[in-house]
């Protein structure tokens, strides 16, 4: 009997531990970015679509990385008070990034760019 409650206790003092390193090493200043609500022309507002789906709108404050959905397709970008890139074709475009209060729209290509990240430099 004392052997299974000693197993048992090695059992969960590893998984604390272990969960504990994961937690840390997730725990990233890369995922700072936040979604907030749309209001004060400082935050970086971006408009997509994806999957078939109308434009949608996100605003964004705080440097670091964000997701977009699916296959996204970017239409209009509003740095705001930020230095944005967008990473599409392999690649963070642009290169040095976009300037502060800077509104970006692709009229050439109505669809929009391809992205599947938004970076706040």
């Given at each position: 009997?004392?052997?299974?409650v000693k197993?048992a206790a090695?059992a969960a003092?590893?998984?604390l531990?272990?969960?504990?390193s994961l937690?840390?090493?997730t725990a990233t ?10 209001g004060?022309a400082?935050y970086?507002?971006v408009?997509f679509h994806?999957g ?14 964000v ?6 397709w970017?239409t209009?970008?509003?740095?705001g008070n930020?230095r944005v890139?967008?990473f599409?074709d392999g690649r ?18 109505s669809?929009?760019v391809?992205?599947?990240?938004i970076k706040?430099?």
């Amino acid at each position: 009997m004392k052997q299974t409650v000693k197993r048992a206790a090695l059992a969960a003092t590893t998984t604390l531990a272990l969960t504990a390193s994961l937690t840390a090493l997730t725990a990233t200043s890369a995922s700072a970015t936040d979604q907030v609500d749309c209001g004060p022309a400082d935050y970086v507002q971006v408009t997509f679509h994806y999957g078939g789906r109308g434009d949608t709108d996100v605003c964004l404050a705080n440097a670091g990385g964000v997701p977009l959905p699916g296959n996204s397709w970017i239409t209009r970008i509003s740095t705001g008070n930020n230095r944005v890139q967008w990473f599409g074709d392999g690649r963070w475009q642009p290169a040095e990034g976009l300037n502060k209060w800077t509104v970006m729209t692709w009229p050439n290509h109505s669809g929009g760019v391809s992205a599947s990240w938004i970076k706040i430099l």
